[in-house]
């Protein structure tokens, strides 16, 4: 439950940012009507640095299955460049996302047995600290607020461009389709990261927290 907790909290935090940025004296302003043709050109680094986060979470994932990880297969910094979430992270977690790529790697591979304190491992798809901290959840809940949520907080601001509107929608896992995964029907482009826990947590009924952050951005008409 402290996971979902905490993208809960996280996509609140969305929310009281745009409530912020939109009252009386700092009025977010942005052209009448947002026009989202250029949605994909606009939020390409934040489609980059997902694609990034989706190598690495795909990586642990082998973890989750039993395989051995190794440092090679969850570097997080590639000699072109091409994977560069180093540079996006908020500094102050760099450390505990070493400490915890290090645990997937020095736990992988093995059995976890709840109560034996010798080490981690695999228990029904989940990849366990000794302690029985689930390490992909740990890192992927937490590089939500360290580079998707910190990226969206360095953006907001009044006066803010469409281009960098876009950007936070981005970041935040949705489009300006707002296709809420919840709806039961399939979409091309479903909701990820934030926005994906927080639709599959709403009911649908116009209450929930996922249509209160599509409500916040209603005022520029999302096309």
Same mark, same amino acid.
């Given at each position: 439950?402290?996971?979902?907790?905490?993208? *809960?909290?996280? %996509?609140? =935090?969305?929310?009281?940012?745009?409530?912020?940025?939109?009252?009386? /004296? $700092?009025?977010?302003?942005?052209?009448?009507?947002?026009?989202?043709?250029?949605?994909?050109?606009?939020?390409?680094?934040?489609?980059? !640095?997902?694609?990034?986060? /989706?190598?690495?979470?795909? !990586?642990?994932?082998? +973890?989750?299955?039993?395989?051995?990880?190794?440092?090679?297969?969850?570097?997080?910094?590639? /000699?072109?460049? $091409?994977?560069?979430?180093?540079?996006?992270?908020?500094? #102050?977690?760099?450390?505990?996302?070493?400490?915890?790529?290090?645990? =997937?790697?020095?736990?992988?591979?093995?059995?976890?047995?709840? #109560?034996?304190?010798?080490?981690? +491992?695999?228990?029904?798809?989940?990849?366990?600290?000794?302690?029985?901290?689930?390490?992909?959840?740990?890192? #992927?809940?937490?590089?939500?607020? %360290?580079?998707?949520?910190?990226?969206? %907080?360095?953006?907001?601001?009044? +006066?803010?461009?469409?281009?960098?509107?876009?950007?936070?929608? !981005?970041?935040?896992?949705? $489009?300006?389709?707002?296709?809420?995964?919840?709806?039961?029907?399939?979409?091309?482009?479903?909701? *990820?990261? !934030?926005?994906?826990?927080?639709?599959?947590?709403?009911?649908?009924?116009?209450?929930?927290?996922?249509?209160?952050?599509?409500?916040?951005?209603?005022?520029?008409?999302?096309?």
């Amino acid at each position: 439950m402290q996971f979902k907790t905490r993208v *809960i909290l996280m %996509a609140l =935090a969305v929310v009281t940012l745009f409530s912020s940025c939109q009252d009386e /004296n $700092s009025p977010l302003i942005v052209e009448n009507i947002y026009d989202s043709t250029d949605f994909q050109k606009n939020s390409e680094p934040a489609h980059s !640095a997902i694609s990034s986060y /989706n190598t690495l979470m795909n !990586a642990l994932e082998k +973890g989750r299955s039993g395989s051995v990880l190794t440092s090679q297969m969850l570097e997080l910094q590639k /000699n072109d460049g $091409s994977f560069y979430l180093p540079s996006r992270i908020i500094g #102050g977690f760099q450390p505990v996302l070493n400490k915890y790529i290090q645990y =997937a790697i020095d736990n992988s591979g093995k059995t976890f047995i709840p #109560g034996n304190l010798q080490n981690g +491992g695999v228990l029904d798809g989940y990849l366990f600290t000794e302690n029985g901290v689930e390490i992909s959840s740990m890192i #992927g809940k937490g590089l939500y607020g %360290a580079i998707f949520y910190y990226q969206s %907080a360095k953006i907001l601001r009044p +006066g803010m461009t469409k281009a960098e509107l876009d950007m936070v929608l !981005a970041y935040y896992g949705s $489009s300006p389709a707002f296709p809420n995964c919840n709806t039961n029907i399939r979409v091309p482009n479903p909701d *990820i990261l !934030a926005a994906g826990n927080v639709c599959k947590r709403d009911k649908n009924d116009g209450n929930g927290l996922y249509t209160a952050i599509k409500m916040n951005f209603s005022p520029f008409k999302l096309l």
